[in-house]
């Protein structure tokens, strides 16, 4: 049974910099994707980024590629997202998932969710 436990969120200025952390515990070896997904008030949910946990590869949302960095820490069962240059639009609660699906930026493609991590980014 997959577990996955968010931290590291917080409130900053426009163009400060944050580093999101999610530690996995039972399963999550098993999993094809691990991802970080955000959500506003009364918006849809989005996909941030997301890593393939064989291999490496990464995919980003066009509204964060070369300002966020997605990684990952086998040995310590860790996600990272690494987070600069943040701007107003990016406020938003923040999860991260892991899962099995072929589409590693969509909601649909995970089975376990974090409880999530507040980021507010101020102009």
């Known amino acids: 049974q997959v577990q996955l436990v968010e931290s590291g969120g917080g409130s900053v200025q426009a163009g400060g910099s944050l580093r999101l952390s999610c530690e996995a515990s039972g399963y999550a070896y098993s999993s094809v994707w691990m991802g970080w997904f955000r959500q506003a008030p009364g918006k849809e949910r989005e996909g941030v980024a997301c890593?393939?946990?064989?291999?490496?590869?990464?995919f980003y949302a066009g509204s964060v590629k070369g300002r966020f960095t997605i990684s990952q820490d086998n040995a310590k069962n860790t996600l990272y997202l690494q987070m600069t240059s943040l701007k107003p639009e990016d406020t938003a609660m923040y999860y991260c998932a892991a899962g099995a699906g072929t589409n590693g930026l969509r909601a649909e493609s995970y089975n376990y969710w974090g409880q999530g991590t507040q980021v507010t980014v101020s102009s």
């Open positions: 890593i393939l946990t064989r291999g490496g590869a990464t």
